[in-house]
């Protein structure tokens, strides 16, 4: 932070003379700069320093203490909600308020005596205004001659080491690792259709399409598991449609499960592309102005370190609790500046959260979402009823014990004598990917069930995929075995592509009782524009939505004809 000298040369000139009052400095008759080197030389003597200090109330020094406490800088938007408002007045406002004698707060009986001041600083959410104590003027003060020196030790901005435990928690749900088995159908989803992204999520159609193949079918998860593919460099985007990113994706998909979480976990730590303030259930972001410039990653990460010292390492506490904590030391976790008005967003009745008594609806949902919502999906946090509690991968993921890296207990396929596959969740997900691709899909479990069929063997030959290399595969999978014998077969049959081509139409049909009426039928203009093909001496297609004008017009013509569904 600036001393005391250019603290002073950036202090609008109509205050030094207030300044100079207070601090019993001589500056009459002399320029600006002059006036400011004597200012500076008089604050900065101990003896004077010593008797402003002893003149200040109680409150004031205390105020003076718990910024000292915060490492003698706070940001002005915590300061001004803890000790109030600072006007900024000119030379002729000065005159007529006297906030020497009569300052609006605590905070502006301060800073008019010249013990603080503001100036921006960069921080992570961006440039903001602190009120700090000139690092030179705080060292003549004398600060430890009063009982609020112990706060020296406590300060104000730290986290307590951790919020009360709790010993019973109801309706725990414990987080598993089935994102890394969501993150492989996914992939297997991209690969097969390539879908259009419709507004950096999946279409509709898309979702209806996949969501019975996930093991976690909460629709919010499934947005999540786009963009942490997208930011682990699993997935691409390319003219709008989302694809597996084919070296990248095999690594991941071939890594052990351990490894595969803590992947997932640490792109969504720095993930730019997942914005989790979007996604929190009853708040709407309006497009445009500030938040353009929202950097999900600079919240999350605050978030984090908040969360590594504050919260238990392996009891359950409570997320109420949590959240008051950060409420009472860093609230601006996410606000460049504290800024609590720029903001536009909306609750489900259409109402603007703004202000600071909108911090539980905004930032208190936004933490509660990022320890139930990506937290317990990626596996990190076990959840309950108004209650958490790190996993062994949570507590790895904050930096409180080595990444776990449990063994992985090998198993191996069933497949039926109908082309039935059974794929349970130990079998790596690089093979299941694999069977994914030139099988039919049949449900999501422990296990997994694909089908091989002629439908699914036709499919994997458009993406490259031949009959001898399916055979190959699940021999591997099967230790070697010899195929069900309906299995082998089938994929003997297309072996080399299939031996002929046919087509499969619904067709209406007109039959009649006897040849002449047929012939009557085709030899009657009226008739016959609604009629295809002959079929026999008998029977003829119906063109296609046309047969109810058809039964109306063969009444017409005299002809009674009987509708079978």
């Known amino acids: 932070m600036k001393n005391i000298y250019r603290t002073l040369q950036d202090t609008d000139a109509g205050m030094l003379p207030?300044?100079?009052?207070?601090?019993?400095?001589?500056?009459s008759g002399k320029d600006a700069t002059a006036a400011i080197d004597t200012l500076a030389q008089v604050m900065l003597n101990r003896d004077r320093a010593e008797q402003v200090w002893s003149a200040l109330t109680d409150e004031q020094r205390g105020v003076l203490q718990m910024l000292i406490g915060s490492g003698g800088r706070m940001p002005l938007a915590k300061f001004s909600r803890l000790f109030g408002e600072i006007r900024q007045m000119g030379a002729a406002q000065i005159e007529r308020a006297n906030p020497l004698d009569n300052p609006a707060s605590v905070a502006e009986g301060l800073y008019y005596r010249?013990?603080?001041s503001q100036a921006f600083e960069q921080a992570d959410t961006g440039p903001r205004v602190v009120v700090y104590i000139p690092p030179d003027l705080l060292d003549v003060l004398p600060v430890r001659q009063t009982s609020y020196s112990n706060l020296q030790a406590e300060p104000v901005e730290a986290m307590p080491a951790a919020v009360e435990t709790l010993t019973n928690v109801q309706n725990v749900v414990t987080a598993d690792t089935s994102i890394v088995d969501d993150m492989t159908t996914l992939l297997?989803?991209?690969?097969?259709?390539?879908?259009?992204?419709?507004?950096?999520?999946l279409a509709p159609a898309d979702i209806a399409a996949l969501l019975p193949y996930l093991l976690k079918t909460h629709k919010s998860r499934l947005p999540f598991l786009l963009a942490v593919g997208i930011s682990a460099d699993l997935i691409e985007v390319q003219a709008g449609k989302?694809?597996?990113?084919?070296?990248?994706?095999?690594?991941?998909?071939?890594?052990?499960r351990a490894a595969q979480v803590r992947k997932l976990a640490e792109s969504w730590r720095s993930s730019t592309v997942y914005r989790d303030l979007w996604h929190v259930p009853g708040l709407h972001p309006d497009p445009g102005g500030e938040l353009d410039e929202y950097d999900p990653a600079v919240a999350r990460e605050n978030f984090l370190e908040l969360l590594a010292e504050g919260s238990p390492k392996q009891d359950w506490w409570s997320l109420e609790a949590f959240i008051e904590t950060v409420k009472a030391t860093d609230p601006d976790f996410q606000r460049p500046g504290g800024d609590y008005e720029s903001w536009y967003i909306r609750n489900d009745e259409g109402e603007y959260l703004q202000g600071f008594e909108s911090w539980e609806a905004v930032e208190g949902a936004l933490i509660e979402f990022y320890l139930t919502g990506p937290m317990h999906w990626l596996g990190l946090v076990d959840r309950g009823e108004d209650a958490a509690r790190l996993t062994a991968y949570g507590r790895a993921f904050l930096g409180h014990a080595p990444w776990p890296s449990p063994a992985e207990p090998e198993d191996k396929i069933t497949l039926k004598d109908d082309g039935t596959i059974l794929v349970s969740r130990k079998i790596a997900r690089v093979d299941r990917f694999q069977i994914a691709r030139f099988a039919s899909w049949v449900a999501a479990g422990d296990p997994y069930t694909y089908k091989v069929d002629a439908n699914s063997v036709q499919r994997a030959a458009a993406q490259g995929?031949?009959?001898?290399?399916?055979?190959?595969?699940?021999?591997?999978m099967l230790n070697e075995q010899l195929l069900p014998p309906t299995v082998a077969r089938l994929l003997e049959s297309w072996q080399g592509g299939p031996a002929a081509a046919v087509t499969l139409e619904r067709l209406m049909v007109l039959r009649t009782t006897a040849p002449e009426t047929m012939d009557k039928i085709l030899d009657t203009p009226a008739l016959r524009r609604y009629l295809g093909a002959r079929l026999g001496p008998m029977a003829v297609v119906v063109r296609p939505d046309q047969w109810e004008a058809?039964?109306?017009?063969?009444?017409?013509?005299?002809?009674q004809a009987e509708v079978i569904e």
């Open 188 to 201: 297997a989803y991209l690969q097969l259709h390539a879908p259009l992204l419709d507004n950096d999520n």
């Open 465 to 476: 995929i031949n009959a001898g290399h399916i055979s190959s595969f699940l021999s591997r």
């Open 18 to 27: 207030l300044l100079a009052k207070f601090w019993k400095a001589n500056i």
């Open 242 to 256: 989302a694809y597996p990113k084919r070296a990248e994706a095999r690594r991941w998909l071939e890594a052990p």
């Open 114 to 116: 010249g013990l603080i």
């Open 550 to 559: 058809l039964h109306e017009a063969l009444g017409l013509q005299g002809i």
